[in-house]
């Protein structure tokens, strides 16, 4: 684990992801904890209305 809201694998790497998923087995309040920091960061740099604000301002920029 690299961070409290996920993990970091080699692309490709068949054997880190195995070992991931082994080294996460038993710690399910772990993963709930990842799951919760994981979805904040979503809310607070994803959401609908900072995405809708993004297209608009480009938008507006290049209409003008």
Do not use: C
Not at 37 to 44: L, S, Y
């Amino acid at each position: 684990v690299t961070s409290n809201m996920g993990i970091r694998i080699q692309k490709g790497s068949v054997e880190q992801l195995v070992e991931a998923i082994r080294n996460m087995k038993n710690k399910e309040a772990h993963l709930d904890e990842m799951g919760k920091v994981g979805r904040e960061f979503v809310i607070k740099n994803f959401s609908l209305d900072l995405v809708a604000n993004f297209f608009t301002e480009i938008i507006e920029r290049n209409i003008k």
